[in-house]
């Protein structure tokens, strides 16, 4: 019982979230779920910056759970910086593929991803009778949903860059227009010129759709016109960053935050407030179902690069390895969200569990007995009144 003290201690941020689950018996009993295969695939949508298809993000925890449980994961091919809308339509290439195995599948997003994944659900949801027919499906449908850190509410990152970029915008011009009169047209002209060629290319383009989505008018949009299930839980993932659990590459990121929103409680990327199952700007009666299903989370002690391993392996520092800032455990981000839905029946087993099913059988029997019981006292109250 002092290791499950320790445990809470460590990964849980909330004193109040903390006493609660010291108090809750069932965490005492530490109880797992009968050995088996599950009946499940996850789909995987992860950040703003990824390499899609041969990302490396949680590799470790989704190999594990393989070996486990036979669970399969497939990796969307989304890209760095894009829009909803182009990584929605690779999710759902992703989705497809899922279908294929014959399992309900559930979607994994982190970051920007859990925007890229909703926005893909939502499509599906308003598309043509076959893309509904793949979400409500009972036997491959979508059964639940996992959000890792997650910025379909937007950062605070957003609203200030732009701000900064406007005011950048303003000291460029004036100070170029005095300097304007020292060079010749031809210099200046070729200037415009390779600027405007920058502007007008696909990159660039590209790079500000994926940014659009960090706007309060980007996300406004998404949330004014998304659909989503009413049926399927959320689980969430968020955290908050201490001295102990701060990258030294995220320190500079993570002041300018607490600076920006006057607030210390974010993962050095989204706020605690914004990092939920469901839209917190935007009222509407997708935003009422989406809040129905939001299972919550407990606030975690970690950083919004947890899920990343080889991935940084070139920008850790000497102390972040004696700190061992990014060799938290992995499978925290999978497996809790996973076991917890098949405990309460949304993921089944494969062939079913023997165990559950003869708790099933047992109570099934009470039940029986129980209606009996109750069937033959109503008989002999009536036959006493008839007397």
Same mark, same amino acid.
């Given at each position: 019982?002092?290791?499950?003290?320790?445990?809470?201690?460590?990964?849980?941020?909330?004193?109040?979230?903390?006493?609660?689950?010291?108090?809750?018996?069932?965490?005492?009993?530490?109880?797992?779920?009968?050995?088996?295969?599950?009946?499940?695939?996850?789909?995987?949508?992860?950040?703003?910056?990824?390499?899609?298809?041969?990302?490396?993000?949680?590799?470790?925890?989704?190999?594990?759970?393989?070996?486990?449980?036979?669970?399969?994961?497939?990796?969307?091919?989304?890209?760095?910086?894009?829009?909803?809308?182009?990584?929605?339509?690779?999710?759902?290439?992703?989705?497809?593929?899922?279908?294929?195995?014959?399992?309900?599948?559930?979607?994994?997003?982190?970051?920007? %991803?859990?925007?890229?994944?909703?926005?893909?659900?939502?499509?599906?949801?308003?598309?043509?009778?076959?893309?509904?027919?793949?979400?409500?499906?009972?036997?491959?449908?979508?059964?639940?949903?996992?959000?890792?850190?997650?910025?379909?509410?937007?950062?605070?990152?957003?609203?200030?860059?732009?701000?900064?970029?406007?005011?950048?915008?303003?000291?460029?011009?004036?100070?170029?227009?005095?300097?304007?009169?020292?060079?010749?047209?031809?210099?200046?002209?070729?200037?415009?010129?390779?600027?405007?060629?920058?502007?007008?290319?696909?990159?660039?383009?590209?790079?500000?759709? %994926?940014?659009?989505?960090?706007?309060?008018?980007?996300?406004?949009?998404?949330?004014?016109?998304?659909?989503?299930?009413?049926?399927?839980?959320?689980?969430?993932?968020?955290?908050?960053?201490?001295?102990?659990?701060?990258?030294?590459?995220?320190?500079?990121?993570?002041?300018?935050?607490?600076?920006?929103?006057?607030?210390?409680?974010?993962?050095?990327?989204?706020?605690?407030?914004?990092?939920?199952?469901?839209?917190?700007?935007?009222?509407?009666?997708?935003?009422?179902?989406?809040?129905?299903?939001?299972?919550?989370?407990?606030?975690?002690?970690?950083?919004?690069?947890?899920?990343?391993?080889?991935?940084?392996?070139?920008?850790?520092?000497?102390?972040?390895?004696?700190?061992?800032?990014?060799?938290?455990?992995?499978?925290?981000?999978?497996?809790?969200?996973?076991?917890?839905?098949?405990?309460?029946?949304?993921?089944?087993?494969? %062939?079913?569990?023997?165990?559950?099913?003869?708790?099933?059988?047992?109570?099934?029997?009470?039940?029986?007995?129980?209606?009996?019981?109750?069937?033959?006292?109503?008989?002999?109250?009536?036959?006493?009144?008839?007397?």
């Amino acid at each position: 019982q002092e290791l499950v003290d320790g445990i809470i201690n460590c990964v849980f941020f909330d004193e109040n979230e903390r006493k609660i689950l010291r108090e809750d018996p069932l965490v005492r009993l530490l109880i797992s779920n009968p050995a088996g295969k599950y009946n499940f695939t996850i789909v995987t949508a992860m950040g703003v910056i990824t390499e899609g298809k041969r990302g490396l993000e949680l590799a470790s925890a989704f190999d594990r759970l393989k070996q486990e449980r036979s669970v399969e994961t497939i990796r969307s091919d989304t890209g760095t910086a894009r829009s909803f809308e182009f990584n929605a339509s690779k999710i759902e290439e992703a989705i497809n593929a899922a279908v294929l195995l014959e399992k309900p599948f559930g979607y994994l997003g982190y970051s920007q %991803g859990c925007a890229n994944a909703l926005t893909s659900e939502s499509l599906l949801l308003s598309g043509s009778p076959l893309q509904q027919a793949i979400l409500t499906s009972p036997k491959v449908g979508l059964v639940c949903r996992q959000l890792l850190f997650s910025a379909a509410n937007g950062s605070m990152h957003g609203p200030a860059s732009n701000t900064k970029v406007h005011r950048l915008i303003v000291m460029c011009e004036e100070a170029f227009k005095y300097q304007q009169g020292y060079f010749s047209r031809a210099f200046i002209s070729s200037i415009l010129q390779v600027l405007n060629e920058i502007m007008d290319s696909a990159s660039f383009h590209k790079f500000i759709g %994926g940014a659009h989505s960090f706007l309060p008018e980007g996300c406004r949009a998404f949330w004014r016109e998304a659909q989503h299930l009413p049926h399927v839980p959320t689980t969430v993932l968020r955290a908050v960053m201490e001295d102990h659990t701060t990258p030294e590459c995220l320190e500079m990121v993570s002041n300018l935050l607490t600076k920006q929103s006057g607030s210390a409680l974010h993962d050095s990327q989204v706020h605690v407030f914004d990092a939920v199952g469901h839209p917190v700007y935007t009222q509407n009666r997708n935003s009422k179902i989406l809040n129905a299903c939001d299972m919550g989370g407990a606030i975690q002690r970690t950083h919004h690069w947890s899920p990343l391993d080889k991935e940084v392996e070139f920008m850790r520092t000497k102390r972040d390895i004696d700190q061992a800032i990014f060799e938290c455990a992995k499978d925290r981000h999978v497996f809790p969200w996973v076991d917890v839905n098949v405990r309460f029946g949304f993921i089944k087993y494969v %062939g079913g569990c023997r165990k559950f099913s003869a708790v099933k059988s047992a109570l099934a029997a009470d039940q029986t007995n129980l209606s009996n019981m109750t069937v033959d006292k109503i008989k002999n109250s009536a036959a006493s009144k008839a007397e």
